[in-house]
């Protein structure tokens, strides 16, 4: 089992940035895929950034691409995700999800999942 916690989540007006962060303990296996979604209210929860845990590749949903980067702290156990020139678009919850799949975009095949934490942007 690995548990997720997120942190960092804010408001913040439009053109601002918040970094949030996301805590595994348990039984940490780094072949996982990390990845990071957001549900906005009304919407489905959809993709925002990924992250091969032993490559480093990432992949970004067009929507963040270049204003979000995500990145792996392998001494401390940490994903973050940089989010700059935050628009009301963003506004959302954030989750932290880890698949033990190699690769995937896919939120139905990631097997672990923080709890979440929002992030709001003010115009």
């Known amino acids: 089992q690995v548990q997720l916690t997120e942190s960092g989540g804010g408001m913040v007006q439009a053109g601002g940035s918040l970094r949030l962060s996301c805590a595994l303990s348990g039984d940490i296996f780094r072949s996982y895929t990390m990845g990071w979604f957001r549900r906005a209210p009304g919407k489905e929860r959809e993709f925002v950034a990924s992250?091969?845990?032993?490559?480093?590749?990432?992949n970004y949903a067009d929507s963040v691409k270049g204003r979000f980067t995500i990145s792996i702290d392998n001494a401390e156990n940490l994903v973050y995700l940089q989010m700059n020139s935050l628009k009301p678009d963003d506004t959302a919850v954030y989750y932290c999800?880890?698949?033990?799949?190699?690769?995937?975009?896919?939120?139905?095949?990631?097997?672990?999942w923080g709890q979440g934490t929002q992030v709001t942007v003010s115009s």
């Open positions: 999800a880890a698949s033990l799949r190699l690769y995937t975009d896919e939120s139905t095949e990631y097997d672990y």
């Open positions: 992250i091969r845990w032993r490559a480093g590749s990432t």
